[in-house]
């Protein structure tokens, strides 16, 4: 009979404690940051409870500064007296400090310690710091959280918990910077640019300002474009350039940090080649050398023709132009000194160039 009592005792005391300390209301629980608050609490999660951690910036956090962080815990069915919830909450990087109503397990673990009466909206928040490694690691910190929204009933029934996690980057310590300027593949039309930007983790936007001079004039975006990384290898082919022209260029990179240009630097277009794609188009000018009237003629109709005369140094000429059917056109040297000239020509499209003798 002795021993039925002691039992009896044993059980009258332990039961109580057992139920309140592993019932939906109780002091928190660990471990379950990534697998929510399963099998105490149902195996199923309910998509209807949301948990969030806020509290660091959009555009990312700095090396070593300490962050005010809340963690909060919705269900819009549980709004109000007697409904509760709680969370477990764990970082992979940075160290966590408790606030009000929560306990701390190593540096990167929290719980609360008791659970919180719900808003009217069904929410219940705590209040915590999170503290960022003090080098900088330039990798994305990761939130784990788990929360129960409960009835109140000491139970482990009628609750509804889910978890979420949440990812941070770091935010640059500086804006862009680009090194390793280089044009390339240039003729006399053409011109191939190339840099490395650094972005320091901030999408950045990338182009080249060209002209000819430093005003530039000409906006083009580099490829490809926006960069986030550390070296990214970007270029822009440019097109429709004037022959033995000097150009001037640079390098723009903006990101939400700052905005780099590079130094500025030119490149020179080529002379015009001697003769490229006339047989092509069958083009024929005659006579040449020539003296008076130089003709081009064509075995296609002209559409749209672009002629220019140039110097063997580049210079431009002015010269009378005319068409005289619609395959032929006559070009009128007479007035100019005796030398070698370069006719360029862009017939239907088709850039051709040929040297011309004026006697």
């Given at each position: ?61 700095f090396a070593g500064q300490t962050y005010a962080m809340t963690v909060t815990v919705t269900n819009s069915n549980y709004s109000g007296t007697p409904n ?276």
């Amino acid at each position: 009979m002795k021993k039925k009592n002691v039992l009896y005792l044993v059980l009258v005391i332990c039961l109580p404690l057992m139920y309140v300390s592993f019932g939906s209301n109780s002091n928190g629980i660990t471990g379950k940051s990534t697998s929510s608050c399963t099998p105490c609490h149902s195996h199923v999660k309910t998509p209807a409870t949301q948990v969030t951690v806020t509290g660091i910036p959009s555009t990312g956090y700095f090396a070593g500064q300490t962050y005010a962080m809340t963690v909060t815990v919705t269900n819009s069915n549980y709004s109000g007296t007697p409904n509760k919830s709680g969370f477990n909450i764990t970082v992979n990087n940075g160290t966590l400090t408790a606030g009000t109503g929560m306990n701390l397990t190593g540096t990167q673990e929290l719980a609360h310690n008791a659970a919180v009466i719900n808003s009217a909206t069904g929410a219940a928040t705590w209040n915590f710091d999170w503290t960022a490694p003090a080098l900088s690691i330039m990798t994305s910190v990761v939130f784990s959280a788990a929360g129960n929204a409960t009835n109140g009933d000491f139970g482990t029934g009628g609750d509804a918990h889910n978890n979420s996690t949440t990812t941070f980057l770091q935010a640059p310590s500086a804006g862009p910077s680009i090194s390793g300027l280089n044009s390339s593949g240039i003729t006399d039309v053409t011109a191939t640019i190339d840099a490395m930007i650094n972005a320091r983790g901030a999408s950045t936007a990338v182009a080249i300002e060209y002209g000819l001079t430093t005003a530039y004039g000409s906006t083009q975006a580099m490829n490809p474009n926006p960069v986030m990384g550390a070296a990214n290898a970007v270029t822009a082919n440019l097109t429709g350039l004037s022959p033995n022209t000097t150009y001037h260029y640079r390098v723009n990179a903006v990101n939400t940090i700052g905005t780099a240009n590079s130094v500025d630097s030119t490149f020179k277009t080529a002379f015009p080649s001697a003769v490229r794609d006339v047989q092509e188009l069958k083009c024929v000018t005659f006579p040449n050398p020539v003296s008076d009237m130089l003709e081009v003629k064509l075995d296609e109709e002209i559409v749209n023709s672009d002629l220019t005369l140039y110097t063997i140094k580049g210079k431009e000429v002015i010269t009378q132009i005319t068409a005289i059917d619609t395959r032929t056109i006559q070009i009128n040297v007479s007035k100019i000194a005796k030398g070698i000239y370069i006719l360029k020509m862009d017939i239907n499209g088709k850039m051709l160039n040929q040297q011309i003798v004026v006697k």
